[in-house]
């Protein structure tokens, strides 16, 4: 093959990749990369449910596994405490080994929250973790059998995150949307901290990139087998839970929240309903702390995301390098390709690139301009799903919060 064959294959196989994932990836005419609010979009408030009378609210206790989070459990067990919702929720928060007076600190904020309800805490002191579990998996098992014995007619069960400061009306919509529409999980992902320049540079791709590995149409279609859900906010009806095997059936699980989801969407005798949404307003309050911190994060679970496949992990490379970096690459090098053919087919891929991941920069804040930089973001992306690879194969993998586990 000549060179200007192999610079107009690497400048053509991303047009069209880019083309069908615009147009055809989560549904006709695109739909993995749109924000419009429709009933199966991103909006918690564009749920399709008439109003639900006062005295039928279901009742739901909430769940929050937390580890070391004493600079944020205190806003979030506050904003949980002061929902809007009728009735008002029990919350079991299991202190899995915290070494930093995490529990002190939800307590606190407990006795301090608007309505003064401390007696609403019920804090477990984590048992250790047998073997065959993860750390945050074992805490919500048993965080999600104090709930059976606190509360044994709560219908719902809502896990949620230790940073994960919630809007007044999270709870009263994600139920009002689950009742609407017998959904087994409701899930939204949050808004992720960007208080600093590399969460800004990488938390809006982060966002896109899961986006588009789970579509969020085919997540929400029951004829459709992707299943997925974002483990900072996940509401779910306790008697699918129950049916499909409890907590004890993703035991193992380290990236818990698709796990969950995979398990009901095709685990459960009923074959569970699912609706995963993005949140404008219910937040994380965590800081990743520069690189390292963002770093960290996406390297703990890459490779767990590709099954330890060095397979997977090839083509992953090469996709990323396809879909991102070739384009740019396309249109830069042009004094040495000397091709304009080339050059516009790499710009229009890139353009196409900007289209699609600019909606969500734009629920960040950000320019649609800024999603230029997503090539830049992806080789960061990359390196951390090569490091997460490492990692494991050093017998690193999944370290997080202090545990490492070498799967």
Not at 21 to 36: A, Q
Not at 104 to 127: F, K, Q, S, Y
Request: aromatic share 10%.
């Amino acid at each position: 093959m000549s060179t200007h064959a192999v610079w107009l294959t690497l400048a053509a196989l991303p047009l069209v990749a880019w083309l069908y994932l615009l147009f055809f990836h989560g549904g006709v005419w695109g739909g993995f990369w749109r924000t419009e609010k429709t009933p199966d979009s991103i909006s918690p408030a564009s749920h399709s449910s008439a109003p639900i009378a006062t005295e039928t609210w279901p009742e739901i206790v909430v769940v929050i596994p937390a580890r070391d989070e004493v600079d944020v459990i205190g806003k979030a067990v506050a904003s949980l405490l002061n929902q809007d919702y009728p009735l008002a929720p029990t919350i079991v928060m299991v202190d899995d080994g915290s070494r930093d007076g995490t529990a002190t600190t939800a307590l606190e904020a407990a006795r301090a929250a608007a309505n003064h309800a401390p007696d609403r805490l019920d804090i477990v002191t984590g048992a250790p973790r047998p073997p065959g579990w993860s750390g945050k998996v074992w805490a919500m098992r048993q965080g999600a059998a104090r709930a059976a014995a606190l509360r044994p007619d709560a219908k719902y069960i809502l896990f949620t995150d230790a940073d994960i400061e919630h809007h007044p009306s999270n709870l009263r919509e994600l139920t009002a949307r689950a009742e609407a529409n017998q959904l087994d999980l409701t899930s939204l992902m949050v808004r992720l901290a960007t208080g600093h320049l590399w969460e800004r540079l990488l938390m809006p791709p982060f966002v896109f990139f899961f986006r588009k590995l789970y579509p969020f149409p085919w997540v929400n279609d029951p004829t459709k087998s992707t299943a997925a859900a974002a483990g900072g906010c996940m509401l779910v009806r306790r008697a699918t839970l129950d049916a499909s095997g409890g907590l004890d059936a993703i035991r193992g699980a380290l990236i818990d929240d698709c796990a969950l989801a995979d398990l009901l969407k095709h685990a459960s005798p009923a074959k569970g309903r699912l609706w995963l949404g993005l949140s404008e307003r219910t937040r994380s309050i965590r800081s990743y702390d520069g690189l390292r911190g963002v770093w960290n994060m996406v390297a703990r679970g890459a490779f767990t995301q590709l099954r330890y496949s060095p397979t997977l992990l090839a083509g992953t490379v090469l996709g990323m390098a396809l879909l991102y970096l070739a384009p740019p690459l396309g249109l830069i090098a042009t004094p040495i390709h000397g091709s304009p053919g080339i050059a516009t087919i790499s710009a229009a891929a890139w353009t196409l690139m900007t289209i699609a991941a600019a909606p969500t920069y734009k629920i960040y804040g950000q320019r649609w301009c800024h999603a230029l930089w997503l090539p830049v973001a992806a080789a960061f992306f990359t390196a951390m799903t090569v490091d997460s690879a490492w990692r494991h194969w050093r017998g690193r993998g999944g370290g997080w919060k202090g545990r490492t586990y070498s799967l």
